[in-house]
């Protein structure tokens, strides 16, 4: 606030004749010094800032850029004429009065101010007209009550007159498009550190273990790797191809003869190495009998303190579940000093079992529950889908979009045909607004799916989605920028990938897990998929779509344990026995080169071939080679590829790439996987590539080809199943060859039910959510 000169400011108790401080909400303006004329005479007539905002006109704000009189304007008013002179009339239409001293202009600004305030206050003080400073609406509204009250007219009057015209409201802005987050390139793998792996290398030297495990070790434990070992030889266990003699021998050779089987830091590392290789296994958890059995197996002379000490230790994790049905399994406190944990409860109460687990899955399995459990709950119903459902394809689809509108998780099961109903739906829901992704296990998959869509960006892989590398990106919060996600090929998706899926999702997205349950599990821990059908936490729509052709025929009945002979009028299945592993291959061969193509007009590169193992005289690794000798024969000169052979690319576990080899250099092996270019670094290349003309059903899971042969050896009996079967037979489209050599075990596979061959703990949590 600008201070007269020589005065007090406006508002303070020196500038109120009454000495009272006035209210700040009422405090006028500070007044424009008078507007001085050539000779320095005040011109009356000039505004001041009060004048200004009693008028109602906006005063500048303190310290704003208001003109002073020598720019030649006052604050309120234009400037007094140029050319005027003190002889003139002045703008209140009288002579100008004589030259006024400095001080008493001055003390006549201040006389000039108290008037004014003086004539505020009794304004203020006295009654103010009702309604005599209102305009537009207010003042129309006023006089419509005065003219009620006066009887002039009625009140049904302005109610039925019509509403008067008003300006078109604006529309709310669309929201901001979200920006896809730029995929960050994935870090070039980066191995330990030189003076680690030297140090890990002398520790290893005194340990009598082989120097080449040195980089493996550093990497599996860390830049303290050396110490590591040297505190706790058995942490050698962590490192790949490393078993128990070889830990047991390194540990001799480090703490000598004192160490026994009996030793803490031996048993701990034994528990831990069993519960990672089930987990490899698909196990989230195992039993502790189990778990004890192994123990006595490795020496161990007390399994229950060695599992009691590994809990109190943190190492693993103890649950209890109900046998009969899965309880909450929520973690228990690790037992007493003294305390065993036996299953068997003699305190009346039902009998448990005791499970073990890392800690990495059992809060997997629990933020999932919970994850499923929010999106359940979040659903927001206020779109209308009623259109949409009736203008689906098939009844099945109709069905999967009506019960989608009105939950937040569904389940839906169905064999190939009923990937049509997931599409639909995601084609429906598009029409209505909302924002939509599906997801894929592999790259077919995803390109099956656009093209089903119509919509190339609606379809990515789940493993393309999580990594940023894929899909619309996240939003502010960091939540997947999507209203409707459907996953399909669920049952390849293991527990870890899932609760990363489900907590991404923001409250009100709707989640459908789609898939079928006769295929094999995931090659990662858990079956999330089978879990969620079997603790019915969600509603689940079964599609009635069947399977067309032969193959489609031979498949479904395969699904319910009957392998039934099929009209193939066009060659769609074919069976070729052999009567051993050679024959096997020979002809796995001569169907892939020759007659399939030939017969069929199938190429070589669209035809897959699908053994049970990697290993065996018919296994992937001899059929790969034979079937590159024919068909692209080369002497391997990078790292055992060349240019054009037919690769796997496996960036993690459970991830198969089908790629081809481009070229190799310096930087690695550069491949090209479905169009998309990509370079494994030379270190890399042999753990994660693998010739891809004969492949595992795991590895082929979740991904269809034109042509398929299904190769089973004799030896391969004992690894059939019905699961198994039911995967590499449904990988054909067009066409399907068996090479049968195991006699009576493939119909006694196809007819035995399915075993429950993995120990998870999420039915048990998703049916605790529900009661």
Same mark, same amino acid.
């Given at each position: 606030?600008?201070?007269?000169?020589?005065?007090?400011?406006?508002?303070?108790?020196?500038?109120?004749?009454?000495?009272?401080?006035?209210?700040?909400?009422?405090?006028?303006?500070?007044?424009?010094?008078?507007?001085?004329?050539?000779?320095?005479?005040?011109?009356?007539?000039?505004?001041?800032?009060?004048?200004?905002?009693?008028?109602?006109?906006?005063?500048?704000?303190?310290?704003?850029?208001?003109?002073?009189?020598?720019?030649?304007?006052?604050?309120?008013?234009?400037?007094?004429?140029?050319?005027?002179?003190?002889?003139?009339?002045?703008?209140?239409?009288?002579?100008?009065?004589?030259?006024?001293?400095?001080?008493?202009?001055?003390?006549?600004?201040?006389?000039?101010?108290?008037?004014?305030?003086?004539?505020?206050?009794?304004?203020?003080?006295?009654?103010?007209?009702?309604?005599?400073?209102?305009?537009?609406?207010?003042?129309?509204?006023?006089?419509?009550?005065?003219?009620?009250?006066?009887?002039?007219?009625?009140?049904?009057?302005?109610?039925?007159?019509?509403?008067?015209?008003?300006?078109?409201?604006?529309?709310?802005?669309?929201?901001?498009?979200?920006?896809?987050?730029?995929?960050?390139?994935?870090?070039?793998?980066?191995?330990?550190?030189?003076?680690?792996?030297?140090?890990?290398?002398?520790?290893?030297?005194?340990?009598?273990?082989?120097?080449?495990?040195?980089?493996?070790?550093?990497?599996?434990?860390?830049?303290?790797?050396?110490?590591?070992?040297?505190?706790?030889?058995?942490?050698?266990?962590?490192?790949?191809?490393?078993?128990?003699?070889?830990?047991?021998?390194?540990?001799?050779?480090?703490?000598?003869?004192?160490?026994?089987?009996?030793?803490?830091?031996?048993?701990?590392?034994?528990?831990?190495?069993?519960?990672?290789?089930?987990?490899?296994?698909?196990?989230?958890?195992?039993?502790?009998?189990?778990?004890?059995?192994?123990?006595?197996?490795?020496?161990?002379?007390?399994?229950?303190?060695?599992?009691?000490?590994?809990?109190?230790?943190?190492?693993?994790?103890?649950?209890?579940?109900?046998?009969?049905?899965?309880?909450?399994?929520?973690?228990?406190?690790?037992?007493?000093?003294?305390?065993?944990?036996?299953?068997?409860?003699?305190?009346?109460?039902?009998?448990?079992?005791?499970?073990?687990?890392?800690?990495?899955?059992?809060?997997?399995?629990?933020?999932?529950?919970?994850?499923?459990?929010?999106?359940?709950?979040?659903?927001?119903?206020?779109?209308?889908?009623?259109?949409?459902?009736?203008?689906?394809?098939?009844?099945?689809?109709?069905?999967?979009?009506?019960?989608?509108?009105?939950?937040?998780?569904?389940?839906?099961?169905?064999?190939?045909?009923?990937?049509?109903?997931?599409?639909?739906?995601?084609?429906?829901?598009?029409?209505?607004?909302?924002?939509?992704?599906?997801?894929?296990?592999?790259?077919?998959?995803?390109?099956?799916?656009?093209?089903?869509?119509?919509?190339?960006?609606?379809?990515?892989?789940?493993?393309?989605?999580?990594?940023?590398?894929?899909?619309?990106?996240?939003?502010?919060?960091?939540?997947?920028?999507?209203?409707?996600?459907?996953?399909?090929?669920?049952?390849?998706?293991?527990?870890?990938?899932?609760?990363?899926?489900?907590?991404?999702?923001?409250?009100?997205?709707?989640?459908?897990?789609?898939?079928?349950?006769?295929?094999?599990?995931?090659?990662?821990?858990?079956?999330?998929?089978?879990?969620?059908?079997?603790?019915?936490?969600?509603?689940?729509?079964?599609?009635?779509?069947?399977?067309?052709?032969?193959?489609?025929?031979?498949?479904?009945?395969?699904?319910?344990?009957?392998?039934?002979? +099929?009209? &193939? =009028? #066009? $060659?769609? *299945?074919?069976?070729?026995? /052999?009567?051993?592993?050679? %024959?096997?291959? @020979?002809?796995?061969?001569?169907?892939?080169?020759?007659?399939?193509?030939?017969?069929?007009?199938?190429?070589?590169?669209?035809?897959?071939?699908?053994?049970?193992?990697?290993?065996?005289?018919?296994?992937?690794?001899?059929?790969?080679?034979?079937?590159?000798?024919?068909?692209?024969?080369?002497?391997?000169?990078?790292?055992?590829?060349?240019?054009?052979?037919?690769?796997?690319? +496996?960036? &993690? =576990? #459970? $991830?198969? *790439?089908?790629?081809?080899? /481009?070229?190799?250099?310096? %930087?690695?092996? @550069?491949?090209?996987?479905?169009?998309?270019?990509?370079?494994?670094?030379?270190?890399?290349?042999?753990?994660?590539?693998?010739?891809?003309?004969?492949?595992?059903?795991?590895?082929?899971?979740?991904?269809?080809?034109?042509?398929?042969?299904?190769?089973?050896?004799?030896?391969?009996?004992?690894?059939?199943?019905?699961?198994?079967?039911?995967?590499?037979?449904?990988?054909?489209?067009?066409?399907?060859?068996?090479?049968?050599?195991?006699?009576?075990?493939?119909?006694?596979?196809?007819?035995?039910?399915?075993?429950?061959?993995?120990?998870?703990?999420?039915?048990?949590?998703?049916?605790?959510?529900?009661?």
């Amino acid at each position: 606030m600008t201070a007269l000169p020589g005065g007090d400011t406006p508002g303070s108790p020196a500038a109120d004749d009454a000495g009272a401080v006035a209210d700040p909400a009422t405090v006028p303006s500070p007044p424009s010094p008078p507007v001085r004329g050539e000779g320095g005479e005040a011109h009356e007539g000039a505004a001041t800032a009060d004048d200004v905002a009693a008028e109602g006109a906006e005063a500048a704000p303190d310290g704003g850029d208001d003109k002073t009189p020598e720019d030649g304007e006052s604050a309120g008013g234009s400037a007094p004429d140029a050319g005027g002179t003190p002889g003139e009339e002045t703008a209140g239409g009288e002579e100008a009065a004589a030259p006024l001293s400095e001080t008493e202009a001055e003390l006549a600004a201040q006389r000039e101010l108290r008037e004014r305030i003086e004539k505020r206050k009794a304004e203020k003080a006295g009654p103010i007209p009702a309604g005599g400073k209102l305009s537009g609406t207010a003042a129309d509204l006023l006089a419509a009550v005065r003219a009620v009250e006066s009887g002039e007219k009625t009140a049904a009057a302005f109610f039925d007159s019509p509403a008067p015209a008003t300006a078109p409201r604006r529309p709310a802005p669309a929201p901001a498009p979200t920006r896809p987050r730029p995929p960050e390139p994935a870090p070039a793998p980066r191995g330990p550190a030189p003076e680690t792996v030297a140090e890990v290398a002398a520790v290893l030297a005194e340990g009598g273990a082989p120097g080449a495990l040195a980089g493996p070790a550093a990497e599996a434990l860390g830049p303290q790797a050396a110490g590591v070992l040297r505190e706790d030889p058995w942490r050698m266990l962590a490192v790949p191809g490393v078993g128990p003699e070889q830990a047991d021998a390194f540990a001799r050779a480090l703490l000598g003869p004192g160490c026994g089987p009996d030793d803490e830091r031996r048993t701990t590392a034994l528990i831990g190495r069993l519960l990672e290789r089930a987990a490899l296994r698909g196990h989230t958890a195992m039993e502790a009998t189990a778990v004890r059995a192994a123990l006595a197996e490795h020496a161990v002379s007390d399994p229950e303190a060695a599992v009691r000490h590994a809990v109190a230790a943190g190492a693993v994790l103890v649950f209890q579940e109900d046998e009969d049905e899965a309880g909450d399994g929520g973690p228990v406190p690790a037992p007493e000093s003294g305390e065993d944990m036996e299953e068997d409860d003699s305190s009346g109460r039902e009998p448990v079992r005791v499970l073990l687990g890392l800690d990495r899955y059992a809060l997997a399995e629990e933020s999932l529950a919970d994850g499923l459990a929010r999106l359940a709950h979040a659903c927001e119903k206020g779109t209308d889908w009623t259109e949409a459902a009736a203008a689906a394809g098939s009844p099945s689809a109709a069905e999967l979009i009506r019960v989608v509108a009105a939950h937040g998780v569904v389940a839906h099961t169905g064999g190939e045909a009923a990937r049509a109903e997931p599409a639909a739906l995601l084609v429906a829901a598009r029409t209505l607004g909302l924002r939509v992704l599906g997801t894929a296990h592999g790259v077919d998959g995803r390109r099956r799916l656009a093209e089903a869509t119509g919509d190339p960006a609606a379809a990515v892989t789940l493993a393309g989605l999580l990594s940023g590398a894929e899909g619309p990106g996240r939003d502010e919060e960091g939540a997947i920028a999507v209203d409707l996600l459907v996953v399909l090929d669920a049952p390849q998706v293991d527990v870890e990938s899932a609760a990363m899926l489900v907590e991404s999702l923001a409250d009100g997205t709707r989640l459908v897990l789609s898939g079928d349950p006769g295929v094999l599990g995931s090659a990662g821990a858990g079956r999330v998929f089978a879990d969620v059908l079997a603790a019915r936490a969600c509603p689940q729509v079964v599609s009635r779509t069947p399977d067309p052709g032969p193959i489609g025929e031979l498949v479904s009945g395969i699904g319910i344990g009957e392998l039934n002979q +099929v009209e &193939a =009028p #066009g $060659r769609e *299945v074919v069976i070729v026995p /052999v009567r051993d592993a050679g %024959e096997a291959v @020979h002809r796995t061969v001569q169907l892939v080169a020759d007659s399939v193509p030939r017969a069929l007009g199938i190429p070589s590169a669209d035809t897959q071939v699908i053994t049970v193992g990697h290993g065996g005289s018919a296994g992937t690794r001899a059929l790969n080679a034979a079937l590159k000798q024919r068909l692209n024969p080369g002497p391997g000169r990078f790292g055992g590829f060349d240019p054009g052979d037919r690769v796997v690319h +496996v960036p &993690a =576990p #459970g $991830r198969t *790439v089908p790629a081809t080899v /481009v070229s190799a250099d310096a %930087e690695g092996l @550069h491949l090209d996987c479905a169009g998309e270019r990509i370079v494994v670094p030379q270190q890399r290349v042999a753990s994660s590539v693998r010739h891809g003309w004969a492949l595992s059903a795991h590895q082929a899971a979740g991904t269809r080809w034109p042509a398929v042969v299904v190769v089973l050896p004799g030896d391969a009996a004992q690894g059939l199943s019905r699961p198994w079967v039911y995967t590499a037979f449904g990988r054909a489209e067009r066409h399907l060859s068996v090479v049968h050599g195991v006699d009576q075990a493939l119909p006694r596979a196809v007819a035995e039910p399915p075993a429950q061959d993995r120990t998870t703990r999420l039915r048990g949590l998703l049916e605790a959510t529900t009661r």
